[in-house]
T-cell receptor, first 114, second 115 residues
Framework: GDSVTQMEGPVTLSEEAFLTINCTYT??????LFWYVQYPGEGLQLLLK?????DKGSNKGFEATYRKETTSFHLEKGSVQVSDSAVYFC?????????????FGQGTRLTINP | DAGVIQSPRHEVTEMGQEVTLRCKPI?????LFWYRQTMMRGLELLIY????????DSGMPEDRFSAKMPNASFSTLKIQPSEPRDSAVYFC?????????????FGQGTRLTVV
């Protein structure tokens, strides 16, 4: 079945550092890909998405490019802030009848130190 | 819109008791999902509904778990009897067919502790 693999955390960086969180997926067909973010004590929020190969999703300085050839959707940010500290989840939704349901990776906890 | 509303936010119960978690989706959304989050297993989809009809309940761990959606604005997840291994954060999410697939809105979750 469909699956998502994220780099294991936790990840700790200093403010203004460059961030990469790796994500690869396995899916049949042409999934849509997502990054969700979970701040402490809250539910998940959609951060960005890409629906087809070579699409780039972006939001709040974060970017991720849908790479079909490497089945990857790595999350990047050029200069992180303390407020970016959260858990980040990569996810996919497949096609067909289950197109609306999400399959999540394990999550990567990010801590940014001032 | 107030977003997806879950209640209670926290629940502590004794093993063997019945637990009912509640969810109000965003008005107009036609999909509703129940997820469970644990440290060991991450985020797992338990069940989802489309237009109040259960579509896939293959993630429901066992017969102790049941979910209903009597109308478009309310859903429940019930555990009877509860066990310590059910301790987790349970999330409800909703989405709209016409939006990009997978673009779901999540509630703040119910943290369940079974002692």
């Amino acid at each position: 079945g469909d699956s998502v693999t994220q780099m294991e955390g936790p990840v700790t960086l200093s403010e203004e550092a460059f961030l990469t969180i790796n994500c690869t997926y396995t899916a049949t067909g042409y999934p849509s890909l997502f990054w969700y973010v979970q701040y402490p004590g809250e539910g998940l929020q959609l951060l960005l998405k890409a629906t087809k190969a070579d699409d780039k999703g972006s939001n709040k300085g974060f970017e991720a490019t849908y790479r079909k050839e490497t089945t990857s959707f790595h999350l990047e940010k050029g200069s992180v802030q303390v407020s970016d500290s959260a858990v980040y989840f990569c996810a996919l939704s497949g096609g067909g009848q289950g197109a609306q349901k999400l399959v999540f990776g394990q999550g990567t906890r990010l801590t940014i130190n001032p | 819109d107030a977003g997806v509303i879950q209640s209670p936010r926290h629940e502590v119960t004794e093993m063997g008791q019945e637990v009912t978690l509640r969810c109000k989706p965003i008005s107009g959304h036609d999909y509703l999902f129940w997820y469970r989050q644990t440290m060991m297993r991450g985020l797992e989809l338990l069940i989802y509904f489309n237009n109040n009809v259960p579509i896939d309940d293959s993630g429901m761990p066992e017969d102790r778990f049941s979910a209903k959606m009597p109308n478009a604005s309310f859903s429940t997840l019930k555990i009877q009897p509860s066990e310590p291994r059910d301790s987790a954060v349970y999330f409800c999410a909703s989405s709209l067919t016409s939006s990009a697939r997978g673009s779901a809105f999540f509630g703040q979750g119910t943290r369940l502790t079974v002692v």
